[in-house]
Structures are given as structure tokens and as C-alpha cells.
């Protein structure tokens, strides 16, 4: 399955809940969440700085992580980023890949 990077900013109204809640309470709601699409949590950290909150998930497809991020955002608590992670074997499958390409103004 492939593998997503979640980063997570709290508004002000989510990071109130967070406080209110405690950061595991937020951790176990976010592991159900990743379940409920058929993933697998691999991390969760918390941060400080840019990111408040950084998972890693295994999830079925780009829907789910789609979903996912889609339903946080909606939320309002969250602006979520997600980043698709890639191994080594992918990156140089798609290195080998044939492209054809004309760069603008060639």
C-alpha cells in the first residue's frame, strides 16, 4: 500500500481542543480515522513551528488519503498538507520511464 505524509496546522479553535482533550486523546481519534479508510498508522509525532502535528499512514489509494485530509480540513481545526512518499524502486521505475517533452519556447 502506498505510504502519505500528513502535516497538520491547528487553528486556534483546534488547538484549544487539543488542550482541552490532551494530545493522545487526539492521536488514538486520528488512528480511527486512518482505520475507518483501511489504513495502517506507521507515526505520529506532535511539533512546533510550521507543522503542529506530523503522521505517516499507509493507506489503499490516493482517495483515502484524499478523504482523509478532505474531512480534517473540512473540519475547520486543521489546515492539512499531504505528501505521497515514494521508495527508492519507485522513484527509478519512473526515472526509466520514457517521456517526451518540449520545453516552452524550444
Do not use: C
Request: charged share 20%.
Amino acid at each position: 500500500m502506498p505510504h502519505f505524509m500528513f502535516r497538520a496546522s491547528y487553528t486556534p479553535e483546534g488547538i484549544r481542543g487539543v488542550v482541552k482533550e490532551g494530545a493522545a486523546s487526539r492521536n488514538a481519534a486520528v488512528q480511527a480515522m486512518v482505520d475507518s479508510v483501511g489504513g495502517k498508522t506507521i507515526a505520529q509525532y506532535w511539533a512546533f513551528g510550521d507543522d503542529d502535528y506530523i503522521m505517516v499512514a499507509e493507506l489503499p489509494d490516493n482517495a483515502s488519503a484524499m478523504a482523509a485530509a478532505a474531512t480534517v480540513g473540512a473540519s475547520g481545526t486543521a489546515k492539512v498538507t499531504t505528501t505521497v512518499l515514494q521508495t527508492a524502486a519507485e522513484v527509478d521505475e519512473a526515472l526509466g520511464r520514457r517521456v517526451i517533452y518540449r520545453p516552452p519556447g524550444a
